[in-house]
């Protein structure tokens, strides 16, 4: 029988769902292996051919460790909590828990179709209550924690709050906010419990504060940096604005540290772990206090300075303007009656730049000037203090003392505002060489004399800590990271309000689910869409309380953002089903962490750094045992799309007509392009039929030609709706199957290039697999095999795949191996070959890639009802690769006609023997006797006849 390849994926796609023939033991006397992919967010779409790319990889690995004896774990889930159900909702009224389970039920149908080996009995969803039950868990957790900086780990509030009982603040080495209180331990005790709760928020990891936060009103959320472009939200184009809210956040900074050190102990792209060592953004300076000149200053300011922290304090001296965040909590302080209508408008206008946009906004020139002055710490003159929206509140201490003759931004704000630009050569008589970071830099004044740019630097430090307006500081770019949404469709936050303070609700009373609400949107008086919700309230039973009525207390209203439920996944998988803890002690003892993770560089600083931060948290509290939960990772590239267009008449007054101009012959014409459907073209060839069913108005639509034939053009572009070139793999599978799909793909390049999809070359593959199942059969498609000893040209085939695949997998090429698959297929059919030993193996070698023609084969071959995922992969043996034969090319009168595998060792005389013995050489004589034989050894036979 041919190769039915839709009847053969169907029924192996069954067979391993009925009997979870990849589900991982939790404990094996195998090595284990944990392969995982970025779980998807279960979109409307469903899948593109660009999103399997990196699932076929891991599942190709997954299936070959599998075959190389280990217990492997290759699991999938859903990142279902999101923005895009939710808009959905609102526009229809349909819940997002509906359409969510619409989606997925579209992914799982096509990763099935795909043949992944998943462990589908370990499946999560993060908008399963079974699931974020352990989201909460851990949110709770980290409220009851905070950051202790001497044992350099997280620890329990309960020792904070008995350090405070018995010393008070004193001996605290925490991370905290900057504002906390000193005191003794008796008057920690004289406190009242929501004054000693109020002074805990400062500690815990999670914590509540008012954050500045990118608030777009049509959506009523809180968007992330990489949710916002140019002003507008990603996800519909609303204005977004800069708002201050009290938001949710976690000390992602205490984490810093290790953050950075554990990049150097994983294997990472260095691309990547670049990207988080700039957004960790680890500099050694000093912290400055300048201090607020109040001549003339009627406001009742809070605080006598303004601090900065600065990489180059030894510039002190040239600093002519100090510039702080529109958003700076002193602004309204520090302005004057005669700049207010001024600064006014700059923080309107600031507010509709993201802070993304404020960062990467480096021609922009602006800023206002409060009317208020600080003075030089060092010589007391007078600088005075401008807003501007490139320095941003919540980076270091929203503010910044600007040096315009060392620096190039603030040279150019200087320079647009007219403002003193002192010349580093006349402060302080400095003097800089090519490279001021070297020991080039002298600096002499009434403290420093003739000392290098380090010393100076020191000095400079030492005087302002003489003076009480300075200190050395390491400091971090990197911001505690907010966490919570003015949306619906997220995790709750299990925390309840009482006296304006937050608690956590009892763990007993988990999961916290979301409740039902009339609409998705924000109530009319602002508040989220939680607050919709009736009757949802937390019931507690004070103790000392004699009444049986429950007290009754406001939720947190904000649910927990995107980021949450994929910051721990992959230990749920560890223990999918466990209702009783995130995951047993066992479990995540045997599985450890993650030994290959693949998924897109678009993650690096977020998902991946939260997802580190959590990691190394559950490892403080003892509930996980590794530091870092990525041993190896990698970043597939993009499947790009393959545009095609056609291109419309444009007439002598300028407007498009209904007639098309084939691609060759737009130059002698006047046209313009318009995108096609990529599946109604066909090597670059417009089916016209189906160009005219496409769209209404191009029913009547007629062609110019060249060669009988409408030939588009071609563009490689982002895969996009829009674009009319996104390739569905369902197409793709209905026409070649889904090995053909999974070769295919591997085969467009390397795994973490970009590379744009082109189904010109897809049949190639299909042709592959077709003569890979004909080598099994015989000239009537009959199964034939046979049991004959292999000859040395057969084990030779045989081995050279066997070493080339185990190398190519092993660094993660895959597409070099469906060359070399090509290849020994080919020399295979060359040779004849139908020996059973040679082509089980062959079988083995090739079924990470293309599961479903393997496991049919294997089956055919006679081997026991069931699987061979769990064969044994075939052994190299070097030995075949010795060459002691040569295929000589055997020609006659010149032209060459077959080739023969003779031994090196023979003399020519032996050679011209065993050529002329061999039948196939007769029936090319045709019973004549050649007049000569010419053999060059090694080389070739040539016969004259």
């Not at 039973?541 to 996944?569: D, F, H, I, N, R």
């Not at 744009?756 to 199942?773: M, Y």
């Not at 699987?867 to 690769?881: D, H």
């Not at 060459?883 to 050679?911: C, H, Q, R, V, W």
């Amino acid at each position: 029988m041919d190769y039915q390849f839709k009847d053969i994926e169907q029924k192996w796609q069954q067979f391993w769902a009925e009997n979870q023939t990849f589900k991982a033991e939790d404990n094996s006397t195998k090595p284990k292996y944990y392969v995982l992919d970025m779980f998807p967010y279960p979109s409307g779409a469903g899948l593109h051919v660009g999103h399997p790319l990196g699932y076929i990889a891991s599942d190709i690995f997954a299936r070959y460790k599998r075959l190389k004896g280990f217990n492997v774990l290759h699991p999938m889930g859903y990142d279902s909590f999101g923005l895009p159900a939710e808009q959905y909702a609102i526009q229809t009224g349909q819940h997002p828990a509906l359409t969510t389970e619409a989606n997925i039920a579209t992914y799982r149908r096509q990763l099935d179709q795909i043949g992944f080996s998943f462990d589908w009995s370990r499946e999560v969803r993060t908008s399963s209550p079974g699931y974020y039950k352990w989201t909460q868990w851990i949110f709770m957790q980290l409220f009851n924690a905070w950051y202790n900086k001497t044992v350099d780990k997280a620890e329990g509030i309960d020792k904070l709050i008995a350090h405070f009982e018995q010393n008070g603040s004193a001996g605290i080495n925490a991370v905290s906010d900057e504002e906390v209180l000193t005191f003794s331990a008796d008057e920690w005790k004289a406190m009242s419990h929501d004054e000693q709760q109020a002074e805990l928020l400062k500690y815990r990891i999670t914590y509540l504060r008012e954050s500045t936060v990118n608030w777009c009103p049509a959506l009523g959320t809180v968007l992330a940096n990489d949710e916002v472009k140019d002003g507008f939200s990603e996800r519909g184009g609303y204005p977004v604005e800069q708002k201050k809210m009290m938001q949710w956040s976690m000390r992602i900074t205490a984490y810093a540290q290790r953050l950075l050190e554990g990049l150097d102990t994983i294997d990472w792209p260095e691309p990547l772990k670049e990207m988080q060592r700039n957004w960790i953004g680890k500099s050694t300076g000093a912290s400055v206090r300048f201090p607020i000149d109040r001549s003339g200053h009627n406001a009742q300011l809070a605080t006598d300075y303004i601090e900065v922290f600065t990489t180059r304090v030894d510039t002190i001296f040239g600093v002519t303007i100090l510039v702080i965040a529109p958003e700076h909590e002193l602004v309204s302080a520090l302005t004057t009656p005669e700049q207010k209508g001024a600064i006014d408008a700059y923080i309107a206008q600031t507010k509709k730049k993201s802070e993304l946009d404020r960062m990467a906004d480096t021609k922009t020139v602006s800023g206002a000037f409060t009317g208020s002055y600080v003075l030089n710490p060092l010589n007391n003159e007078k600088v005075p203090i401008w807003i501007a929206d490139y320095v941003l509140a919540g980076y270091g201490t929203g503010a910044v003392m600007a040096v315009p003759s060392g620096d190039q931004r603030d040279y150019l704000f200087a320079k647009h505002f007219d403002l003193p630009i002192v010349p580093i050569m006349d402060i302080q008589n400095i003097e800089i060489e090519a490279d001021p970071t070297k020991d080039g830099l002298y600096i002499n004044s009434d403290f420093i004399n003739g000392l290098t740019y380090k010393e100076a630097t020191a000095a400079v430090i030492a005087k302002l800590e003489e003076l009480g307006l300075g200190k050395a500081k390491i400091n971090f770019r990197m911001r505690d990271a907010i966490f919570g949404r003015q949306r619906y469709w997220g995790e709750p936050v299990p925390v309840y309000f009482k006296d304006g303070l937050p608690y956590l609700i009892d763990e007993s009373d988990l999961p916290l689910v979301l409740p039902e609400v009339d609409k998705y949107l924000p109530t009319e008086s602002g508040e989220p869409p939680l607050g919709r919700a009736k009757d949802w309230s937390y019931k507690k039973q004070e103790s000392g309380v004699k009444s049986q009525e429950s007290a009754s207390y406001a939720y947190e209203l904000s649910t927990m953002p995107g980021w949450a439920g994929s910051s721990w996944y992959w230990y749920r998988y560890m223990d999918a089903n466990n209702d009783k803890e995130f995951a047993s002690e066992a479990a995540v003892k045997y599985w450890k962490d993650v030994d290959l993770y693949i998924g897109g560089s678009e993650h690096a600083t977020g998902h991946l750094l939260y997802s580190r931060f959590w990691n190394k948290f559950l490892k403080d509290i003892g509930v996980v045992f590794e530091e870092e939960p990525f041993k190896k990772l990698i970043n597939q590239g993009m499947i790009q799309g393959r545009s095609n267009f056609v291109y419309r008449l444009i007439d002598d007054e300028g407007r498009g007509t209904n007639t098309f101009i084939s691609h060759g012959l737009i130059k002698q014409y006047k046209t313009s392009p318009i995108h096609v459907d990529v599946n109604i073209v066909e090597n670059e060839v417009l089916n016209l039929d189906k160009f005219k069913a496409w769209r209404e108005d191009f029913k009547d639509a007629e062609f110019i030609l060249e060669n009988g034939k409408y030939i588009c053009g071609v563009e490689v572009e982002k895969m996009s709706k829009s674009k009319f070139n996104v390739v569905n793999p369902d197409d793709i599978i209905e026409r070649y199957g889904a090995d053909t799909l999974r070769m295919y793909e591997m085969f467009l390049g390397p795994l973490e290039q970009s590379k744009p999809w082109n189904t010109n070359g897809i049949e190639g593959v299909f042709k592959f697999l077709r003569k890979f199942w004909r080598l099994f059969h015989n000239d009537q498609w009959a199964f034939s095999v046979s049991n004959a000893e292999p000859s040395k040209a057969e084990l030779k085939s045989l081995h050279k795949i066997i070493r080339k695949v185990e190398e190519d997998i092993d660094r993660f090429s895959f597409n070099t191996s469906v060359s070399s698959f090509m290849i020994a297929v080919n020399e295979l059919t060359d040779l004849k070959s139908n020996n059973k030993a040679i082509l089980q193996d062959m079988v083995v070698i090739l079924s990470p890639y293309a599961p479903h023609i393997c496991e049919e084969l294997w089956t055919l071959l006679g081997n026991a009802a069931g699987t061979l995922s769990y064969a044994a992969y075939p052994k190299f043996n070097p030995s075949y690769l010795v060459e002691d034969e040569f295929a000589y090319p055997i020609s006659i009168n010149g032209k060459t006609k077959m080739n023969l595998n003779i031994s090196l060792s023979l003399a020519p005389a032996e050679i011209e023997a065993f050529v002329l013995v061999n039948a196939d050489v007769q029936k090319y004589l045709d019973g004549k006797a050649p007049k000569k034989v010419i053999v060059v050894k090694g080389r070739i036979v040539n016969m004259v006849v």
